[in-house]
């Protein structure tokens, strides 16, 4: 999956979340953007996510529904608690509008 790919994706999702009458988004506050980094082999490779969020009531904690767009396997979703700012890397931005998740993406292609 390429980035124009990714960043229509993150564009499409973004606007469900404001879209009450989507029920795969409804409830969802967030949409998370990360970036993990994995040593294998000597070889480091980035792998991009994408995550809806909710917020669960207590300061500052998110529930979050993960999928792994760059393998778009069905059935990669789990869930867990993270306290923000910091999520999985130092990469992760929490984004809440099209403009910034655009514009996020963007600033991360030349990485």
Do not use: N
Request: glycine share 10%; charged share 35%.
């Amino acid at each position: 999956m390429g980035w124009d790919d990714l960043i229509d994706l993150g564009l499409d999702l973004a606007g469900g979340l404001f879209d009450h009458d989507d029920t795969r988004t409804r409830g969802f506050d967030a949409l998370v953007v990360s970036r993990r980094e994995d040593q294998s082999k000597s070889i480091r490779r980035g792998r991009y996510l994408l995550h809806l969020a909710r917020f669960t009531g207590e300061k500052g904690w998110y529930r979050c529904e993960e999928r792994d767009f760059s393998r778009m396997e069905p059935g990669t979703c789990a869930h867990f608690e993270v306290k923000e700012p910091d999520f999985i890397t130092s990469c992760t931005r929490w984004m809440r509008t099209p403009e910034q998740i655009s514009q996020m993406l963007i600033e991360d292609k030349g990485d």
